[in-house]
């Protein structure tokens, strides 16, 4: 049982927990991909995307997540065989600011934010979530970016740079994430407690201490609405 008065921080993955960046990249790799003729289900554009994106910020030095984006595109097609375009090799870049919360996320966040103090810990880069920042309509108390720390989730150096910035003990801090892989697991090595938002309704083993399918679902369970 999770006591949310023992919290003083929600700490919040992003792109996937509160934006709604499966559709974002949908919207724009779809029309690509139909260009060259090819053809996939959205969950196949989805997978392939997931796989490039972590292959390219594994490899070597640090780069901006603006050039992952773009080494993304290069490699989608050189999977698939075909050359982007310059636009194309730029798409999903250049609609990042147009991608929005998922609709429960903006009223969930202004009701958390009466009690507690808010920090978004996301793989993105200062600019491109000043851009995003614009959707979601609170004031978050720190934003901690992997450009900032040079790295990319689930490296634990993003989780202890937060921590350290933010300033407050561990059992006060409670994160709040879509993804297992890039925030549950590394948030509970870390020792925080973690909230998985399940919104896909994926049927699988998950270490966190509290399993909810939406933002809305998880200020029920806080009691603040």
């Known amino acids: 049982m999770v006591d949310f008065n023992q919290y003083k921080v929600l700490t919040y993955d992003c792109y996937g927990t509160l934006i709604d960046w499966e559709s974002g990249i949908l919207s724009v790799l779809k029309p690509v991909l139909s260009n060259h003729n090819k ?4 969950k196949k554009i989805l997978d392939l995307f997931a796989e490039i994106e972590q292959g390219v910020q594994k490899e070597g030095e640090y780069i901006k997540y603006r050039g992952v984006l773009r080494k993304v595109m290069q ?3 050189n999977r698939l065989g075909f050359t982007p375009s310059a636009s194309e090799l730029n798409c999903l870049v250049d609609s990042l600011k147009d991608w929005l919360p998922f609709p429960d996320t903006v009223q969930a966040l202004k009701t958390m934010k009466k009690k507690y103090k808010l920090s978004v810990i996301s793989n993105i880069d200062d600019d491109l979530f000043a851009l995003t920042a ?3 309509q609170v004031e978050f108390d720190w934003i901690i970016t992997a450009e900032q720390v040079k790295s990319y989730k689930p490296s634990l150096s993003n989780f202890e740079y937060a921590i350290e910035k933010i300033g407050v003990p561990l059992d006060r801090i409670l994160h709040v994430a879509q993804s297992i892989y890039h925030d549950i697991i590394p948030a ?3 020792g925080l407690s973690a909230v998985w938002v399940n ?3 994926q049927k699988e083993e998950c ?3 509290l399993e909810v ?3 809305e679902s ?3 369970h806080m009691n603040l609405d």
């Open 218 to 220: 998880l200020v029920s």
């Open 207 to 209: 270490d966190a201490d």
């Open 75 to 77: 490699r989608f097609g």
């Open 39 to 42: 053809n996939l289900s959205d």
């Open 134 to 136: 614009r959707h979601l």
């Open 199 to 201: 919104r896909r309704g």
């Open 188 to 190: 509970k090595t870390m």
């Open 213 to 215: 399918i939406d933002l």
